[in-house]
């Protein structure tokens, strides 16, 4: 096909259009960038089209990207990028102008829908554009419409002359050529948002899905976004994965557990205790895992920032390569910040830097990703973005560590993910544990279709019996004397308590004495937590809650617990003998807790475990696994199961209205009621911080921010101890550097 017009015939160079995408990027630079991309999308997700069950999808996603930009023709944006912003905005929507070059397509009226919804939404879902652009019935909407739609005519002959191009960039990006297209005229614009966004949406609303409201439009959505996305950021394809994992974990030998994970194929439980090398063996699982392209994502999940943060560091490390590995977790910025911050970088270098880093991280970009399950959660309750996120997940192989650490709910919720995850989206899973009860293995079996196990025989198991176990009659504050006496025997020990304020209170009776100590809990500021953890390998005494029990890389030569469930008791001794010295190291469990432990652990749990480590002196390793399922051989009861069987109950029809194009706030708004906390500053710090925000320096800002849980918040709230100013909730409590907030302390307002 051979057309002539403003640029000659297709044998002159087209491909230096004078229409702006940006400021300083042509809209067939930015085209063509965002093809790359998609060439390499392509490649890592082959199976796309037959997950979804269209079969010439690629083509609809190349015409939605060749495509997506055409709105910016309109001369007033073409003013607007010009003079800038400020002197000329726009006030409107390119991609609505966008979308009406489907009538050029010659396809049937579904896949011009299709395309075009991906066009139209690719900035606002519909909701947006209900709101505030709609075409349709508004008189005004349609006014404007018309009014803006005009501003295409002075540039349309040369967006017309940029179809020429169709044919090459298909025969380049896609791998054949396509020429199904047809020249049309300005009156020829489909009004998208009219004939299809508005029915699209009304679908939803009478529960009538299409195709569109699934996986199709999930994936055209999702990898246009990230097309879009990375070539702004001058990133034209997607990383893929190590080539060879065994080249990186080059061991004169691999543990047996390791071994088995790497020949394995598809999902898999391991069950290995703390410092055995799973960490290794999961990267292997993943390697012998890959497709041949090594374009399959893996998503690394832990239950906790600190481990995070360390995992994070670690891979990186491993690695060599620091742009292979992404960070998610809702202090990442701030983890960031302290890692990339010295005394001679600019505060605007480092922020800009960490925008990149965070960006990168949640496009579809980097192999390894390093969150929690609630980046992946957030997803599957149609956050802003979601359908990027689920894109990329497709094929995913999702290791999850130590998964016995979640509650009912959550454990609950992890499940049903990863059902439509292996169902729906090609994903694998290893699951991980020092820990985990049969019951749950079995829920996990029986839901996920796990068959294959890998652990330790009993032979290499009994290398790694580290402990002998006292239940010490009494509490903790009985009983001082001993830990004196470990300290003073040179010992360095952990403590770790059930609650923030009994900690509190045993570090108070504790430190005064020994001068290298440190406590470690849920209510320090960031800026101080992040000094505590820096400092954990050089301490005598560590205090801390549950936040030291899983994953720390911390080595200590004895232990004091507070009772509980034998699951969280086996990752707090973790934390003493990890580096198995010769000798066994003793860790004490006292028999009695505070009146605060039940909001905390079920009685009933802790009371099973009390019981049956009254008959352990030397904790075997392959003990560990007979204990955990006499404690909870009943599964799930009371509360928690309620909470367990309520989330399988509901969140089938729930997810079923996470539909493409579409953000739903109220779904939107149940994820982040997950989160049973509230972040707060103290009150004595208001000034720190608040000057911090308008000096513009916002990582140094959170460095004041800590947790409460909403019980907490609104006790506080009707005592009169919360203050509400600049979008931020002062707390008016002691608050130490040491020791933390302390909720059963008023601050002293003089201060």
């Known amino acids: 096909m051979k057309w002539i017009g403003v640029f000659g015939s297709m044998d002159n160079d087209i491909e230096t259009g004078q229409l702006l995408a940006k400021p300083n990027e042509t809209l067939l ?11 390499s999308i392509k490649k890592a997700y082959p199976n796309v089209p037959e997950l979804c069950g269209v079969e010439n999808f690629w083509e609809h996603l190349f015409y939605s990207i060749f495509l997506h930009d055409f709105g910016k023709g309109a001369t007033g944006f073409q003013k607007m990028l010009k003079e800038g912003n400020q002197k000329s905005p726009w006030k409107y929507r390119h991609e609505i102008l966008s979308a009406g070059f489907i009538s050029a397509l010659n396809y049937d009226q579904q896949c011009k829908d299709a395309i075009g919804l991906a066009i139209i939404t690719h900035h606002k ?3 947006k554009l209900r709101e505030r652009y709609n075409t349709f019935p508004s008189p005004p909407g349609k006014k404007l419409y018309q009014k803006k739609l005009s501003e295409l005519e002075p540039n349309f002959e040369e967006l017309l002359n940029y179809f020429i191009l169709i044919e090459k960039w298909s025969n380049e990006y896609l791998g054949y050529r396509l020429d199904n297209y047809r020249f049309i005229s300005i009156n020829d614009l489909e009004n998208v948002y009219k004939d299809s966004a508005r029915i699209y949406y009304n679908e939803w609303e009478d529960e009538e899905y299409t195709a569109l409201h699934g996986k199709y439009g999930v994936f055209l959505k999702g990898f ?10 001058s990133k034209y394809e997607i990383l893929t994965g190590i080539s060879d994992m065994r080249a990186v974990y080059d061991f004169p030998e691999f543990r047996k557990v390791q071994e088995e994970a790497a020949k394995v194929k598809g999902s898999a439980f391991l069950t290995s205790p703390t410092g055995s090398g799973k960490t290794e063996a999961s990267l292997l699982w993943s390697d012998n895992n890959q497709n041949s392209n090594k374009s399959k994502r893996v998503f690394y999940l832990l239950p906790y920032t600190a481990s995070i943060n360390a995992m994070y560091k670690r891979l990186q490390k491993d690695f060599k390569n620091k742009d292979l590995v992404g960070l998610l977790h809702g202090k990442s910025s701030y983890f960031l910040y302290k890692e990339l911050s010295g005394d001679n970088i600019d505060y605007d270098t480092v ?26 959660m957030k997803a599957f309750f149609g956050s802003r973005g979601f359908e990027m996120q689920i894109s990329e997940m497709t094929n995913g192989l999702f ?11 959550t454990t609950s ?3 049903e993910i990863l059902k439509i995850l292996k169902n729906d989206y ?13 019951f749950i293995k079995n829920l996990f079996k029986e839901n996920l279709g796990i068959t294959t196990e890998i652990k330790m025989d009993k032979t290499e198991l009994k290398e790694f019996t580290r402990h002998k176990v006292s239940v010490v009659p009494g509490n903790i504050m009985d009983n001082l004397d001993l830990i004196f006496e470990d300290l003073e025997n040179g010992k360095r020990v952990l403590i770790v308590c059930n609650t923030v304020q009994r900690a509190q209170e045993v570090f108070e009776e504790l430190f005064g004495e020994i001068e290298n100590s440190a406590l470690l809990h849920s209510r320090f500021m960031l800026g101080d937590r992040e000094k505590i953890e820096r400092s954990l390998d050089t301490l005598d005494l560590l205090v801390g809650t549950q936040a030291i029990e899983v994953s720390l890389d911390i080595d200590y030569d004895v232990l004091y617990s507070e009772p509980a469930p034998i699951d969280a008791l086996i990752q707090r001794f973790g934390r003493v003998n990890r580096k198995r010295r010769e000798k066994l190291a003793l860790v004490n469990v006292f028999s009695e807790g505070s009146e605060s432990d039940k909001y905390i652990y079920t009685p009933e749990l802790v009371a099973k475990t009390l019981a049956s480590l009254e008959n352990v002196e030397v904790l075997e390793e392959e003990l560990i696994q007979n204990i955990v399922d006499d404690v909870y051989g009943d599964g799930y009861f009371g509360k928690d199961k309620e909470e367990f069987e309520r989330v399988q109950k509901h969140f089938e ?26 972040e707060v500053v103290p009150l004595r710090y208001k000034m720190d911080y608040l000057k911090e925000l308008e000096e513009k320096r916002y990582f140094e800002a959170m460095s004041y921010i800590l947790h409460i849980s909403t019980r907490q918040f609104k006790k506080l709230e009707k005592e009169d101890n919360i203050e509400h100013d600049m979008e931020t909730y002062f707390v008016n409590m002691v608050y130490d550097e040491k020791v933390g907030l302390r909720l059963d302390r008023e601050e002293d307002c003089m201060i």
């Open 351 to 376: 922020k800009s830097d960490i925008r990149e880093i965070r960006s990168l991280s949640k496009k579809i970009y980097r192999p390894y990703k390093i969150l929690t399950p609630f980046q992946i």
């Open 224 to 233: 246009l976004n990230a097309c879009d996305h990375l070539a702004s950021g």
């Open 125 to 127: 879902d519909i909701n």
């Open 413 to 415: 919720l992890i499940l």
């Open 399 to 409: 290791i999850l560590d130590e998964i016995h650490a979640y509650d009912a709910h």
């Open 29 to 39: 630079k930015h085209t063509e960038n965002s093809l790359k991309v998609f060439k």
């Open 653 to 678: 029809s729930f997810h079923r209205r996470i539909v493409p194009f579409i953000n739903d706030k109220g779904s939107e708004m149940e994820f982040y009621s997950l989160f049973k906390s509230y």
């Open 426 to 438: 090609n994903a694998d899973m290893l699951v991980m544990s020092a820990t985990l009860p049969t």
